[in-house]
């Protein structure tokens, strides 16, 4: 978030997207550290989406407690967060009675938006695409997560539903939300990226994804403390994406791309 707040990339008005938000708590951090951390000047709007009506109730909560202690602040219009329901996976609404697309509810979300204030631009897309999506393939599920996230975790949250469907020929089983996240960052413009993932392995697979889409300026392998010289006193090469830095110290955690001129 720190190099996002320094860099050039964001404009005055930040439209935020977290995707798979679960307890909420990236949107949440979001508006921590960009409008009280750093003191950002600009408008700062956020959005959370989740399948999960359970997930959804916990992150609006966590939103209000967090908002009554004073931790964060949400004071329209200069910052703004929402919680929303939608089917990620879902590319169109094939029954809407039970859980809308994406697409559709981003569109219900802008309508209310536009709504609230007639005298808003409500153009554009969204600068900042974030998820930490369900990643784990079932078999890995059941072989190697420990006991205690299998308790304490919804299995909603770890393994991607329907992940041995035949609709996702060719693709690890534990990969199957990135395709869509990508072209979901196409379709709604987003200049920065940020997926969590789970190891190196799949870090490399979902570079190479991003790679193929041909519109990213830059895209990077984050480590567990990407700030930080690796063994090699720099960046190195992951040989899964040719041409891909892998940054920092520790396992690798996430997939950065963004689109543009400007430097992170």
């Known amino acids: 978030m720190e ?3 320094k860099s050039k990339l964001l404009p ?26 750093y003191s950002r000047k600009g408008r700062l709007e956020a959005v959370g989406v989740d399948i999960s009506p359970r997930a959804l109730s916990l992150a609006k909560r966590n939103l209000r407690r967090l908002s009554q202690d004073g931790t964060i602040r949400i004071e329209p219009p200069s910052s703004s967060l ?26 219900l979300y802008e309508e209310t938006q536009q709504s609230n204030d007639p005298t808003a631009d409500r153009k554009g897309g969204w600068d900042i695409l974030i998820s930490n999506p369900p990643y ?11 006991r205690s996230v299998k308790r304490y975790e919804p ?5 991607p539903k329907d992940a041995d469907a035949s609709q996702y020929p ?13 072209e979901i960052a196409k379709q709604v413009d987003a200049r920065v990226v940020l997926f969590e993932v789970a190891d190196l392995e799949q870090a490399g697979r979902v570079a190479a994804m991003a790679q193929q889409q041909n519109i ?4 990077e392998v984050w480590r567990d403390n990407p700030s930080q010289a690796d063994d090699y006193g720099g960046s190195e090469q992951t040989s ?14 996430s997939v950065f791309a963004y689109r543009g001129g400007a430097k992170a």
């Open 3 to 5: 190099r996002l707040q």
């Open 12 to 37: 005055e008005h930040v439209k935020l997207l977290d995707l798979c938000t679960g307890t909420g708590c990236i949107p949440l951090l979001a508006s921590y550290e960009l409008v009280q951390k």
């Open 82 to 107: 929402s919680f929303i329901r939608a089917d990620i996976l879902a590319e169109a609404d094939h029954n809407p009675s039970d859980c809308v697309s994406l697409m559709t509810a981003l569109q």
């Open 136 to 146: 784990i393939s079932p078999s890995a599920f059941h072989r190697t997560t420990t």
């Open 155 to 159: 299995k909603l949250a770890l393994v």
């Open 170 to 182: 060719g693709i690890d089983p534990g990969d199957i939300f990135y395709p869509r996240l990508l």
């Open 216 to 219: 990213w300026t830059v895209i």
């Open 240 to 253: 899964v994406a040719t041409g891909i830095k892998v940054l920092g110290r520790g396992n690798g955690r």
